[in-house]
C-alpha cells in the first residue's frame, strides 16, 4: 500500500458530497406517526389512511375507548369507531399489510394499547420528569462470563 494514499479527485468529492445529501434528505428521514399503532415511521414507508378505509372494520373494540372527563360526576362514554391514533392520517405498512389479510397487528392500538390523547401537561415534561412519571422503567444488565467452571 502507497503512504499517504493520493488524494482524491474533485469527482470523487462532489460523488461523495452527493450521496451523502441525498441520504439526509427530508424524504430520507421524515417521519409520521402511523394511525393504527401511533408509532414513528419513515414517510416514505407510509400510505395515506384513506386508502383502506374500508378494511378499518376489524379495529373497532368495545370498552377499550373512553372519552377525556374532567371530573368524576360525568358519565364515562365510549369513543365510537375504529381504535385509531388521533390527529394521524397514514398507515405503516406492516399495519396496513396486516390490514389487508383483516388481521391486527399485534402493535394496533385496538390491542387494549390505547391510552387517549396525552394531556398538555404531561406532553412538556421534560427527560428526568418523564423518568419520574414512567410507569415502567428500563434497566439492562450485561454480564461478561468468562471461561471456567467456577464462578
Request: charged share 20%.
Amino acid at each position: 500500500t502507497i503512504y499517504p494514499p493520493e488524494s482524491i479527485t474533485a469527482r470523487q468529492s462532489r460523488s461523495t458530497i452527493q450521496n451523502a445529501c441525498n441520504l439526509m434528505a427530508i424524504a430520507e428521514i421524515e417521519e409520521k406517526g402511523c394511525a393504527v399503532c401511533g408509532q414513528l415511521a419513515l414517510t416514505k414507508n407510509m400510505s395515506p389512511l384513506k386508502s383502506i378505509k374500508n378494511l378499518l372494520t376489524v379495529l373497532h373494540s368495545n370498552g377499550n375507548t373512553r372519552q377525556s372527563r374532567s371530573s368524576l360526576n360525568e358519565k364515562i362514554q365510549e369513543i365510537d369507531g375504529p381504535v385509531l391514533a388521533q390527529n394521524c392520517d397514514s398507515v405503516c405498512n406492516l399495519c396496513r399489510s396486516k390490514l389487508r389479510l383483516g388481521e391486527i397487528s399485534s402493535l394496533a392500538l385496538a390491542n387494549n394499547l390505547w391510552i387517549g390523547e396525552v394531556p398538555d401537561v404531561l406532553s412538556r415534561l421534560n427527560f428526568i420528569e418523564q423518568i419520574l412519571v414512567s410507569r415502567v422503567r428500563h434497566n439492562i444488565n450485561f454480564i461478561k462470563v468468562n471461561a471456567g467452571y467456577r464462578k
